[in-house]
């Protein structure tokens, strides 16, 4: 299909926008604009924080502490790619520091650092905010303006150019001489609400400076002749333009210094201006000048060489940089440092950085602790719409997920609750004698949780891998992946101990262990379909152990007589998850302890609610249904008709409702069934 690309750009392409961002005019019409929206003059913290909340929140409680989502974080510009996910605790801390600086409060004067293990999404954190700057700035909402110098004569001001555009994108306002400032904010402040008043400090740059000081002894002094070589203009970030965000890498300490940061002398005008202290000989195109306005990223900041450092102190606090040969500049500009745990302790132990540990704020980007949120993150790149031609076996995201939170949990301190199980229950699952107390008490006590453990890249780099060896058999199971995700642990850069390696394997065998429990769960699942029948058996359990536990008599529905509690019943159900005798009596007064907690706050028992009764029930009913189909048959080589119909209709259950395919169904029959034959072996 041909296209017609007049009339494909008259659809898409809007010349009117082109006009109405690029728009340009005189000093008076830009105070109009500011008298308007006095929001064009915010600084950059201001934009910032004004940014994150202009995409909304949402808001759910967590531990009974109310937690603030804030959707800018989703990235639904960009169809959520850089979404950042399961740390919205330090997320909230991370939009009140810009919220403290918007304010004034004292942030403002500080670096922010971003501070976690490889791979925490910090590099996402700060791409989302300096992509959301350049898409901000293309709004209404985040206009801003900045200004050039014009003269339609040829005069050696402007050293024969008739355009010289504000090297480092200053506020037009910055223009207002400082001796009436006062004055003129009090004007254009009259009647307005605090957060709509504008109030600008600094001064321009030095090459703006010395053009606005030489138009001054042209015309004797005469502020508004001046003004009339200034033309305002809309301003666009752009990290490709090197306009409001820059971003700044170390490298090799012989090749890099600090005019990287803050210009240096172009040695080419020199003869033009006849002096290399002239400001219009000096490039402003260090990170710092261009960055002006909006963002500065500094890439493992604490990498870099002390020189560099030492810049970061007068540009956080006192707002300002030093050019060479020229006096401190003023910027308004975001430094957003980020760095791993080793860096960051190295800063600490030096006793001669505190100045710049006096003057950062640290936000912790740790990993993920909550499963649910992991899988999230590599559902983003593999999924049907991204590898349509192979399908993803049911729980193989989740395993992988599974074994990279476990890594990264610390061992509970209590001596009845296993690693799995903690992960279970920051996870929003029950345990019986554990509220979110317990679960809040349980995370105040692991310090170092999140810091450690295996990084979501790894988990993405072998999945990629077992994708690649595996993608002709049509399918990716849970097993290709554990296989894949062992065999690159010897080869894993940031594991320096066999201690290391032997503690991940171990944590691969839960999740295996983990693993074959719930595949097992799909196919007792997939023989025992009937949701309702579970229902049925839970009401009737819950009766029985209310009439236990009260010392109360049961109706019988059949014959309408008052029995005692069925106590066969009851254990033949407690057992299938191994509660003992002794035991029967402190679990049924749990789970009563619990539908009654949960009537107290109006909230409806679902056994759902509760894993291990879940479990116990679906053990109990499978257990009751299993007879109607032999498991142990499938891996023998001689299956009856009546058998493999049987078969073929738990496969087709698989399928349909648990988003197996033909050949991962397969395989989890066979597993599954290999699982029961040594388990009649074992008992015979």
Not at 62 to 87: Q, S
Not at 236 to 259: A, C, H, M, W, Y
Not at 392 to 419: F, G
Request: aromatic content about 10%; charged content about 30%.
């Amino acid at each position: 299909m041909q296209i017609d690309i007049k009339k494909f750009m008259g659809e898409n392409f809007k010349v009117e926008d082109f006009t109405h961002l690029h728009w340009s005019g005189g000093f008076q019409e830009y105070l109009n604009v500011v008298t308007e929206n006095p929001k064009v003059a915010r600084n950059s913290f201001q934009r910032i924080h004004d940014m994150v909340i202009a995409y909304g929140t949402s808001s759910y409680k967590e531990y009974k502490k109310d937690i603030t989502r804030y959707h800018f974080f989703d990235d639904p510009d960009g169809d959520g790619m850089d979404a950042v996910f399961g740390i919205d605790v330090h997320l909230m801390k991370l939009v009140n520091f810009f919220k403290s600086a918007a304010c004034g409060y004292g942030t403002e004067k500080r670096i922010l650092l971003l501070h976690g293990p490889v791979g925490s999404a910090k590099s996402s954190i700060a791409r989302l905010l300096k992509k959301g700057l350049e898409r901000y700035s293309k709004t209404d909402d985040g206009a801003l303006y900045t200004y050039e110098w014009f003269d339609e004569d040829v005069t050696e001001i402007m050293g024969g150019q008739k355009l010289f555009p504000c090297p480092m994108h200053e506020e037009p306002l910055k223009l207002i001489p400082e001796e009436v400032r006062g004055k003129f904010y009090e004007q254009l402040n009259k009647g307005k609400k605090a957060h709509e008043k504008v109030t600008f400090d600094g001064v321009v740059c030095p090459a703006c400076r010395y053009i606005f000081n030489e138009y001054l002894k042209k015309y004797d002094g005469d502020w508004l002749k001046v003004l009339d070589h200034i033309r305002v203009k809309r301003l666009l970030l752009s990290e490709k333009d090197r306009v409001g965000i820059g971003t700044f890498q170390p490298k090799d300490e012989k090749n890099q210094d600090s005019t990287e940061l803050t210009g240096d002398i172009n040695y080419k005008k020199i003869a033009l201006y006849g002096s290399d202290s002239d400001p219009r000989a000096f490039n402003f195109d260090g990170e710092f000048n261009i960055a002006n306005r909006g963002i500065v990223e500094f890439i493992e900041m604490l990498k870099l060489d002390v020189a560099f450092l030492y810049d970061l102190l007068g540009a956080s606090q006192e707002h300002s940089i030093k050019p060479k040969k020229f006096s401190q500049t003023d910027i308004d500009e975001v430094i957003l440092g980020h760095t791993n745990e080793p860096e960051f302790r190295k800063l600490q132990s030096n006793e001669f950085m505190e100045a710049l540990r006096d003057r950062t704020v640290k936000v912790d980007v740790p990993y993920i602790t909550r499963l649910d949120n992991e899988v999230r993150i590599y559902h983003k790149d593999f999924n049907p719409k991204k590898i349509p031609h192979v399908h993803i076996a049911p729980h193989t995201i989740e395993m992988a997920s599974l074994w990279a939170v476990l890594t990264r949990l610390e061992e509970p301190k209590k001596s009845d609750l296993t690693r799995i199980q903690k992960l279970k229950l920051y996870n929003g699952k029950t345990l019986p004698g554990y509220n979110e107390d317990n679960v809040k008490e349980l995370r105040k006590e692991a310090v170092r949780e999140g810091l450690e453990g295996i990084s979501p890249r790894y988990i993405q780099d072998k999945i990629s891998n077992s994708l690649v060896k595996n993608g002709e058999v049509g399918c990716l199971n849970p097993f290709m992946v554990f296989n894949e995700l062992e065999a690159g642990l010897k080869h894993h850069a940031l594991i320096n101990s066999q201690e290391q390696i032997e503690y991940f394997r171990d944590m691969l065998a839960v999740a295996r262990q983990e693993y074959e429990d719930t595949v097992k769960n799909d196919v007792q699942k997939a023989i025992s379909v009937d949701e309702s029948a579970i229902q049925t058996l839970c009401a009737n359990y819950i009766d029985n152990v209310k009439a236990c536990t009260q010392k109360e008599k049961i109706r019988n529905k059949y014959s309408n007589k008052l029995e005692d509690a069925d106590e066969r019943f009851m254990r033949s159900i407690e057992e299938k998850i191994d509660i003992p005798e002794s035991r029967k009596d402190d679990f049924r007064r749990e789970v009563m302890n619990y539908i009654g907690a949960l009537a107290i706050e109006g909230k409806t028992f679902d056994y759902k609610m509760n894993e291990r009764l879940h479990r116990a029930l679906e053990l109990k009913l499978f257990e009751d249904q299993k007879d109607s189909i032999k498991l142990t048959t499938i891996i023998s080589k001689v299956v009856d008709k009546e058998t493999q119909e049987k078969i073929d209709v738990v496969k087709s259950r698989l399928i349909k409702n648990f988003g197996y395919c033909e050949i991962c169904a397969t395989d989890a029959l066979n597993f599954v069934a290999s699982i029961f034959a040594k388990g009649d072996s074992a008992k015979s």
